[in-house]
């Protein structure tokens, strides 16, 4: 809901409407009753200053309006129907992204089937009596899906990709004689790879896993993050970048996500876009590369190893005169990848053995398990993500990159990527799992350190996004009520009197008159900005 505010000029002279959202004029009238001057609102927010006066002395009507939406909102939500093939839609988008997380192929009439098989599932759930009784998953509706949902660059084919050795081999010369020519050194090498991580999921035979799938609404145990980790070749480590569906999870909603150990990012589908790519790449890769040379005492010019998922933008290259980016070619990313040979596996063993080392704690503090496994929130698991990352060695950093380099092949020994997670998951994981009375097997471990992101039933798909749905609902509604949160001159004047009676309380206990008189001092001081609110209020 927006209404209209005073015009201004356009470049051309001609008169236009500045359209406020909601939300924002909200925002403007919280912070003009925190004190803040229209003038520093302005600069802030990039609104004219008469604008924002006229919002001001409009507040009443706007809250009035916004409770109004707020009483309505949830209903209209509800109701509202984007029809069957937006719907359907609407779940391939959800199941496309996740086949391109995994790298997998697609082919049209895979993807076909899987809209008319959305259709059925969909169709058998409605009781819609108006909804289409046929979806033919037209090759024409197949193109016209293509371009609303920006899957232009998705490359589609009849056969799956092959592993191509040959490939692998001519990317390793080609890529050992820029490294030769340009002078590269092993601190300016990089390479990065996302992966899934379900950071809240047991072993498959434990009770605590088989109790998570019963959970009503957003099965817990399908809970993932999408991480980027990477490093060079001479070990040093990148700060992960981890990317959930949650922008404002409540684990988080006192906590900056400034102050994580990771880059935090969101989108709904906790998955890697290209957007985001980008965002990571300007503002994560680039300054902690620049930090890192500049500490070492090198020069900023970096030579980043990408794959071609879908996620990382072509042009990324073009974006920073010293960074120069190589692509894999196709089909050939588990053959050489350095985070996919062993990096990526270990962090994954370190992570469960963080988490399990911390519900043995637990345990031992006299809580139960499962009460451990319920309280366990991505605050936490994002703790875990930056302990887990700490532990994987200089050793792996470096000998991950055998497969694909030439040069620098000295440092690229005493790791084994079989043995180095075995060694963990016997030593470790096991051990603790013990303790726990947890009846697991290193088969079970290795099943869960070795998942990636599994197929998505239908009925997931569905789940997922009416899980996300209401999500969004409910932190979209804190928003408003929180915005709604306003002063009175009544409630200051109160706040006031409750303050003074409290000090009068503290002066009639102690004989200390000093302490008294200087924390009454501070006390006054630190109200003085709602001082400023209370005789501003007064005077309107």
């Known amino acids: 809901m927006s209404t209209n505010c005073p015009s201004v000029s356009s470049a051309s002279g001609v008169k236009k409407k500045t359209r406020i959202p909601l939300k924002m004029k909200l925002k403007i009238i919280a912070l003009r009753e925190r004190g803040k001057r229209v003038i520093d609102i302005a600069r802030e927010l990039g609104i004219p200053q008469s604008t924002i006066s006229t919002i001001c002395k409009d507040k ?9 939406s707020a009483s309505v909102k949830s209903t209209v939500i509800r109701n509202k129907r984007a029809g069957p093939i937006g719907d359907i839609e609407r779940l391939l988008v959800t199941w496309m992204e996740d086949q391109i997380q995994k790298h997998k192929p697609f082919s049209l009439s895979t993807i076909q089937a899987m809209a008319r098989s959305f259709f059925n599932t969909l169709k058998e759930n409605s009781d819609d009596p108006t909804y289409p009784q046929v979806f033919t998953a037209s090759p024409g509706w197949f193109q016209r899906f293509k371009r609303r949902n920006n899957f232009n660059n998705v490359k589609i084919s009849g056969e799956a990709a092959s592993v191509n050795t040959e490939g692998a081999a001519a990317f390793k010369e080609e ?8 002078k590269y050194l092993p601190e300016q090498i990089f390479n990065v790879d996302e992966t899934c991580l379900f950071w809240k999921r047991m072993p498959e035979h434990t009770y605590i896993h088989q109790e998570s799938k019963t959970m009503p609404g957003f099965k817990t145990y399908k809970d993932r993050v999408t991480l980027l980790l990477g490093g060079n070749v ?13 922008e404002n999870p409540r684990a988080l909603k006192n906590v900056s996500t400034q ?7 969101h989108n709904r589908k906790a998955m890697m876009t290209s957007a985001l790519f980008a965002d990571w790449y300007l503002n994560c890769f680039i300054p902690e590369a620049r930090e890192y040379c500049w500490e070492n005492k090198i020069p900023f010019r970096i030579l980043l190893i990408l794959d071609n998922a879908p996620g990382h933008p072509q042009h990324i290259g ?20 350095p985070m996919d040979q062993g990096v990526i596996a270990t962090f994954k063993a370190y992570f469960l053995g963080q988490t399990f080392a911390q519900a043995v704690r637990a345990t031992k ?12 929130n991505i605050l936490n698991a994002t703790r875990n993500i930056a302990a887990a990352w ?10 991950v990159w055998k497969k694909v380099m030439k040069t620098h092949v000295d440092t690229f020994k005493g790791f084994n990527k079989d043995s180095a997670v075995d060694n963990i998951v016997r030593n470790k994981i096991l051990v603790l799992g013990n303790q726990l009375e947890l ?29 996300r749905r209401k999500e969004a609902e409910a932190m979209e509604e804190e928003v408003i009520a929180e915005a709604l949160k306003t002063f009175t001159t009544k409630k200051l004047a109160e706040a006031f009197a409750a303050i003074s009676s409290g000090i009068r309380m503290l002066e009639e206990m102690d004989i200390n008159y000093e302490r008294v008189t200087k924390t009454d001092r501070q006390i006054q001081d630190a109200l003085a900005c709602y001082r400023e609110i209370y005789n501003e209020m007064n005077k309107e």
């Open 439 to 467: 009846d697991i097997d290193e088969e079970d471990i290795h099943e869960l350190v070795d998942i990636e992101a599994e197929e998505l039933s239908n009925e997931d798909l569905i789940e997922l996004e009416e899980a």
């Open 259 to 265: 102050t994580l150990p990771v880059h935090y990012r």
């Open 365 to 376: 503090s006299g809580r139960t398990l499962r009460d451990f496994w319920n309280g366990f």
């Open 234 to 246: 001479a070990g040093f480590k990148l700060k992960p970048l981890l990317i959930y569906h949650s």
């Open 60 to 68: 009443t009507r706007i809250r009035d309006a916004a409770k109004s």
């Open 318 to 337: 073009n974006m920073h005169p010293f960074i120069k980016v190589v692509y894999l070619p196709p089909s050939i990313t588990a053959l050489i990848q």
């Open 175 to 182: 890529l050992n004689r820029i490294i030769v020519d340009e």
């Open 390 to 399: 700490k532990d994987v060695t200089l050793q792996c950093m470096k000998c």
